[in-house]
């Protein structure tokens, strides 16, 4: 149909799958779940095409996460070129607004219509050719980058599903819930739930100790019923990587090349996300039906 051919939609046309990462509320580790998400997929397969776009505009932490801070973004004449977080395999593409600021340090303050503008542009502007999944890591709660990312996606909406992420304690929950209403009121898709940061492993003798309660998340999901993906700790050999960035003089990362890549695959946060993202390939692998 003719109202369905957009910008976005054309230049979306070779991603099978988007999958859009929400939580309630903020410090449930949403971006460090998108990251893992993106690196899983990617490792998925040794052919596997994975973009993960950064839509949390006053927060953006995925460039960090991928040690491609201080990356620019460069334009072609087919649109802004992401950054690529294994060099040269160009099998893992990034795009934030991160790359866009001076600085690293700089806030972004923005009234909505600008907000709206950019997402706009992340999605008709950017070279992601064909993708077999692209990841969106949003702002914490359901707001106006939210509305904006679905009314610009509304073309390609069978091919959108969301993760939901959340901690233990009752608090996040209860945003998780509103989270849940959102997908619902927007007609997305929800792949299930995963409850993050459920416990700590000690790096010392592994054992895990339940710092925010545990089991609260499985138990929303059976309320809910929703697909309960599984739970992670924190893992503190995680935290270390993700965060391992340095930044000279000039700002660019010295993170070593493809190191996020490569290392991330021995860290224990990878074998139990293995777990999750079974079930999430499972999941789209029914595709066109309600979850």
């Not at 860290?267 to 029914?286: M, N, R, Y």
Request: net charge negative; glycine share 10%.
């Amino acid at each position: 149909m003719a109202h369905l051919d957009t910008p976005v939609s054309r230049r979306l046309q070779s991603v099978k799958n988007i999958i859009i990462v929400l939580s309630g509320k903020g410090g449930v580790g949403k971006s460090s779940v998108s990251t893992q998400l993106a690196l899983n997929l990617y490792a998925s397969s040794p052919t596997a095409k994975v973009g993960i776009l950064d839509v949390d505009l006053t927060g953006p932490s995925i460039p960090r996460m991928l040690g491609l801070d201080g990356h620019g973004v460069h334009q072609s004449s087919d649109g802004w070129v992401p950054v690529y977080a294994d060099g040269s395999e160009a099998r893992l593409a990034c795009m934030s607004v991160g790359f866009l600021l001076k600085k690293k340090g700089d806030s972004v303050v923005w009234r909505g219509p600008k907000k709206n503008g950019m997402i706009r542009q992340f999605l008709s502007d950017v070279r992601w050719g064909d993708l077999d999944y692209l990841v969106i890591d949003t702002p914490p709660g359901t707001s106006d980058e939210h509305l904006s990312l679905l009314e610009h996606m509304a073309p390609v909406h069978s091919r959108l599903s969301a993760v939901i992420v959340t901690t233990p304690q009752a608090v996040a929950l209860m945003d998780a819930m509103k989270c849940l209403s959102f997908t619902r009121a927007v007609n997305l898709p929800v792949l299930g739930l995963i409850e993050n940061m459920s416990g700590y492993v000690c790096p010392c003798c592994g054992e895990v100790s339940n710092v925010f309660s545990t089991g609260g998340g499985a138990e929303m999901a059976r309320r809910e019923e929703l697909t309960f993906l599984g739970s992670l700790p924190v893992d503190t050999e995680l935290v270390t990587l993700l965060d391992a960035a340095e930044v000279d003089g000039e700002g660019a990362g010295k993170k070593e090349e493809e190191g996020i890549v490569r290392r991330y695959g021995s860290t224990s946060s990878a074998t139990l996300f293995k777990e999750i993202l079974g079930q999430i390939l499972e999941k789209l692998a029914v595709g066109g039906t309600r979850w």
